[in-house]
């Protein structure tokens, strides 16, 4: 796999995502944004890196954004539930996430 340099404004996007920026345990897998948001390009930009996947929401007209490595190893209780299984089980962004 080739190694990817984000941003610090990304890895707060990563955070975000997992719900880390709210406490220290990820409960969640997902960022809700739409056209305009400020965290908009970054997002698209890590869609394009292979580092997060887009579709639209259900509910609203906003688009959900999804980590794609969020895994066991990341949430520690399995599958989460919120987007399409982890493509890869033995990629964890636990660590990176908590710096």
């Excluded at 719900?19 to 908009?40: I, K, M, Q, V």
Aim: charged fraction near 20%; proline fraction near 6%; charge should be positive.
């Amino acid at each position: 796999m080739k190694e990817a340099r984000v941003t610090i404004e990304q890895m707060d996007i990563f955070r975000h995502t997992a719900g880390l920026d709210r406490g220290n345990t990820p409960y969640r897998n997902y960022f809700c944004a739409e056209e305009g948001h400020d965290s908009w390009d970054a997002l698209l930009e890590l869609v394009k890196m292979g580092l997060m996947v887009k579709r639209p929401s259900p509910t609203s007209p906003s688009s959900l954004f999804h980590l794609t490595y969020f895994n066991n190893r990341v949430n520690h209780q399995g599958y989460c539930g919120r987007c399409c299984p982890c493509p890869s089980a033995d990629i964890c962004l636990w660590g990176r996430l908590q710096r």
